[in-house]
């Protein structure tokens, strides 16, 4: 079968045809460097994102504190990551980059905060 | 009151150029922002992407910021919050006011203009219809939900293709609205290719090119827009129209440079840029008064306008410590294929970084020419919503004494 790509390593954006058996590339067409291969192996075995979001603060001058993910997190996990989230409220002061939520969703990746406030 | 360089505004542009011109030996470095924190737009712009160029780190626009501001604290450059610059002059003095000081003047040696820009509104784009809640831009929306925490909507409409309204389709996805689509009146995307990719492709939400919003309905709220396709010559073709159900429109329409206070101290402005006309120093066609970030030109990236905020510190430190004169220019000018260009001016004091635009999206080899410095570099494309960047140096240019034409020319293969 053959799957289409578009590669976001680089501003380039590579159009990648990857021609695929059973999650194995036989042939791939478009990808004017070595990183296009490893993104559509990695989009191929388990697309990975950074995801960034806000949670509830009190006690700041503002709503919302951004957070993100420490880590790269599995795609197909972002809706149930989003729910976890939704519930979290936390108190002001909050440094950047402290730890908001440990191992989220079981992924062994931490919610951090993108500010101090 | 009195200050070596004062910067106007307290965004990146204007943070780098403070934190520079403090670093090249302006003793009073003083910042003025009209919010109640620094940081600018960034502050807002929770997602990742930003710094891959200075920091080299991917960054999110907040972490951007406050590393920024950890670094103005630690220089001793000064700031004074909630505080709107209301007048500049010719002579170098900007009015200002706040609640602590009522109104003021600053007599600064040198000024770094770091304004930023606006976005583009509805009454830009004369869309008929009613006039019901429901209509934002793609940056009012973004606070709302990153900061004040609020969704503006639970179906969405979003006009335009810019990175804003790209970066806004997958957050509002994220926060639990429904994006109808997002409609795009150019044959091509306006944002980046990756925030296609990432935020519109990774959430299955449609982009129509060659699309338009016709006309907005809804008394109080929006209820919908009518949508069409448009023509080579972007006029809508009779026939096409569809009605889109939705309670929210988000326009993501450009970016304008916000250069009122630059009108008023007779600093000439571009009509290509729709910012000060500038040298390689980033200095405008007043003395003195240098320009950095998106108030200049409309870059994509952060780390672009952060470059410029290099150049117009130290330059601004150094007017500040020993006035000069310019004697000798030369023009910088957009030569085939080329639209947006800047800087439009050299002056034979610092290398030369120009940035610009293709007008034309070509999706082949190009070659990028420099006349008359003969400089030749081949790319593989050439897409007008990629900004387009090359650095040479003051060696090189000594010698030049005719106008520098930068073209885009397709190979033939």
Redesign the interface.
């Known amino acids: 079968m053959i799957k289409h790509f578009?590669c976001?390593i680089c501003?380039?954006?590579c159009e990648i045809d990857a021609e695929e058996e059973k999650g194995k590339i036989i042939s791939l067409k478009g990808n004017?460097c070595a990183r296009g291969k490893e993104f559509v192996v990695q989009e191929l075995e388990e697309?990975l994102?950074?995801l960034?979001?806000?949670v509830?603060i009190e006690g700041a001058?503002?709503?919302?504190l951004?957070v993100?993910t420490d880590k790269p997190i599995p795609?197909r996990l972002?809706p149930v990551i989003?729910e976890d989230i939704a519930k979290i409220e936390i108190n002001a002061p909050v440094k950047?980059y402290k730890v908001i939520v440990k191992n989220i969703a079981g992924t062994k990746v931490n919610i951090i905060a993108?500010?101090?406030m | 009151m009195k200050a070596d360089v004062t910067v106007i505004g307290g965004g990146p542009g204007g943070l780098v150029s403070a934190l520079f011109a403090k670093r090249n030996g302006a003793k009073r470095v003083l910042i003025l922002e009209r919010e109640d924190e620094l940081g600018g737009i960034l502050k807002q712009c929770i997602h990742n992407g930003f710094g891959l160029e200075l920091f080299k780190k991917d960054l999110t626009g907040p972490e951007y910021a406050e590393r920024l501001i950890d670094d103005i604290n630690k220089e001793g450059v000064d700031y004074m919050l909630d505080t709107m610059a209301i007048h500049l002059s010719k002579d170098r003095t900007i009015t200002a006011v706040n609640s602590k000081h009522g109104v003021f003047n600053i007599d600064s040696k040198s000024i770094v203009l770091a304004m930023g820009c606006r976005e583009r509104a509805r009454g830009n784009l004369v869309i008929p219809g009613t006039r019901p809640a429901g209509i934002y831009t793609a940056g009012v929306a973004q606070r709302f939900i990153n900061i004040d925490g609020y969704l503006p909507g639970k179906e969405v409409v979003i006009l335009g293709s810019g990175d804003i309204g790209l970066i806004m389709a997958r957050r509002l996805t994220l926060e639990g609205a429904k994006v109808k689509g997002v409609y795009e009146i150019m044959n091509h995307p306006g944002g980046l290719k990756r925030n296609i990719v990432q935020c519109l492709n990774d959430f299955d939400i449609p982009l129509y090119l060659s699309h338009t919003v016709m006309e907005i309905k809804g008394k109080d709220r929006v209820t919908g827009v009518i949508v069409a396709k448009v023509d080579g010559k972007m006029q809508p073709i009779k026939g096409t129209e569809e009605f889109v159900k939705c309670d929210t429109l988000l326009l993501s329409v450009g970016l304008i440079p916000e250069n009122e206070l630059s009108k008023e101290a007779n600093i000439e402005i571009s009509s290509n840029t729709k910012g000060p006309v500038m040298t390689e120093t980033m200095e405008t066609s007043v003395l003195g008064i240098f320009s950095s970030g998106n108030v200049s030109v409309v870059f994509d990236l952060v780390d672009y306008v952060a470059e410029t905020g290099v150049i117009a510190g130290k330059n601004a430190a150094e007017f500040a410590k020993e006035k000069w004169e310019n004697k000798k220019f030369i023009n910088i000018l957009p030569g085939k294929n080329v639209g947006i260009l800047f800087p439009q001016m050299y002056s034979y004091r610092d290398d030369l970084v120009i940035f610009f635009r293709s007008k034309k999206w070509i999706e082949k080899t190009v070659d990028i020419e420099i006349q008359p410095l003969n400089m030749k570099m081949r790319r593989f494309y050439a897409r007008p919503n990629e900004m387009i960047r090359i650095k040479i140096l003051k060696d090189k240019l000594l010698s030049v004494k005719d106008d520098i034409t930068v073209s885009i020319k397709e190979v033939k293969e």
């Open positions: 578009t976001v501003p380039m954006g004017k697309p994102r950074v960034t979001t806000t509830r001058e503002f709503n919302m951004p993100r795609k972002i989003m950047m993108t500010r101090s």
